[in-house]
């Protein structure tokens, strides 16, 4: 077995990068795709839950507001054009069919369709609602028209985000059957999403803690020019974890995932790994896949087979490749590690661990006599994140890069030949 050290700030964050065997595993969701499955690339499938069990998806996380329907059913959601929660009672439904549909957003757990409303020139805008500065809720101000999987049609009123608790009501169209139901996220800590079946009025535990899991093997929506929303089977990644995606490679052997860009997209694997020949499924080959995991650790991922409805079987190897331990030593201090470095050549990689919640982040470089030579602005995401930086107006040399985010920071010494 080969390894390396990268240099680090001592007692924080080693990176090794290993040589391991190639395990070949398989991810069966069932006949029709029927199961969502969510897998850990170290420890493998970590859960499954069928996939037409629920409507609604509402994020638990932190302070997020996102709410997500449950699109591969066949749900349909309608924001009410005509007024807003003060026609609950007089819903005028005239002209349904040339309402907008909304969607989910397919790169992020974060939009929903109920946000995709969202005024980007208000700040206070989360699309079902209002933030309210003073108590720090948010206070419903639409209403939604939503088909079930069942056909039926309901109206329905996100009324608040209050204290970590979603309210919400719906009803039949008419008004009849009018129900009201509350989400508190501290029910379901440590998960991405509470669920809800507005068919069957149920409160739903369906996924293993996001702690737990790197991937989901499933069907969601995505927009296909001239096609709109469409229902695509593949692989979504969760929210703190990474893909970079490099094509027309030796997949065998190509291991060189310090040189891509790791994105936040959850479908950077996605669907298009494959394609339909008519009768069976051609998958494209030179393609890599690497997954920066939930804990750090870089693992190199090949599709290698799917096997259609009839089995919902997805094929591909593993291998872990690279191992990123981590020690926080204080609160106040933000794990990072530089490399190459000493530096030559353009670029240099940058990983730094940011906690949860956190607003702003940037780097700022000084010289040895400590003036400021260069800033950049960073990526927030909790966990490992890692950003390129450019050595092209830097002369050879020492420098000290200090990363700071709300009120966090750290120091790291660069040595540029």
């Known amino acids: 077995m080969k390894k390396f050290l990268l240099p680090v700030v001592a007692g924080l964050m080693t990176l090794t990068a290993t040589a391991q065997t190639v395990q070949q595993d398989t991810v069966a ?5 029927a199961n969502q499955v969510w897998y850990s690339l170290a420890n493998g499938i970590q859960g499954s839950a069928p996939k037409n069990n629920w409507d609604l998806a509402f994020n638990v996380v932190g302070s997020s ?5 449950n699109t591969i059913t066949g749900t349909t959601l309608w924001i009410y054009p005509k007024g807003d929660t003060a026609d609950w009672a007089g819903l005028d439904t005239t002209g349904l069919a040339t309402w907008g549909k909304l969607d989910n957003s397919d790169t992020s757990w974060f939009v929903g369709a109920f946000d995709a409303t969202t005024d980007p020139e208000n700040d206070f805008d989360l699309g079902w609602g209002v933030y309210n500065m003073v108590n720090h809720h948010v206070v419903g101000d639409s209403i939604y028209v939503i088909k079930l999987a069942n056909n039926t049609y309901q109206k329905l009123w996100i009324e608040r985000l209050a204290s970590g608790a979603y309210y919400f009501r719906h009803a039949n169209l008419d008004g009849t059957n009018e129900m009201q139901h509350s989400i508190v996220k501290t029910d379901y800590k440590g998960k991405n999403f509470a669920y809800f079946s507005l068919q069957n009025h149920a409160t739903l535990d369906r996924e293993p803690a996001s702690a737990d899991w790197d991937l989901v093997f499933t069907q969601y929506a995505t927009i296909l020019p001239g096609y709109g929303a469409y229902s695509v089977t593949g692989i979504l990644s969760n929210r703190t974890v990474k893909v970079a995606k490099v094509k027309g490679v030796d997949a065998a052997s190509y291991n060189d995932f310090g040189a891509h860009t790791f994105a936040t997209a959850i479908n950077t694997i996605g669907y298009n790994w494959k394609t339909f020949t008519g009768s069976d499924y051609a998958i494209t080959d030179s393609l ?16 290698t087979g799917f096997g259609g409805s009839s089995k919902g079987e997805f094929m591909f190897s593993k291998e872990k490749i690279a191992s990123v331990g981590i020690a926080k030593t204080t609160a106040s201090t933000i794990p990072v590690v530089l490399y190459p470095n000493p530096a030559q050549g353009d670029n240099i990689t940058l990983i730094y661990d940011l906690q949860e919640g956190v607003q702003s982040a940037h780097m700022d470089v000084f010289n040895m006599a400590g003036q400021k030579v260069y800033s950049q602005l960073l990526n927030t995401a909790a966990g490992l994140n890692q950003e390129q930086v450019s050595l092209a107006s830097f002369t050879a040399g020492v420098y000290m890069i200090r990363i700071q985010a709300d009120g966090q920071q750290s120091t790291q010494k660069l040595i540029v030949r």
């Open 29 to 33: 969701v069932g006949a029709g795709y």
């Open 65 to 69: 507001s996102s709410i997500h329907i």
């Open 288 to 303: 890599v896949h690497f997954v920066k995991d939930v804990k750090g650790d870089v693992w190199k991922v090949v599709c």
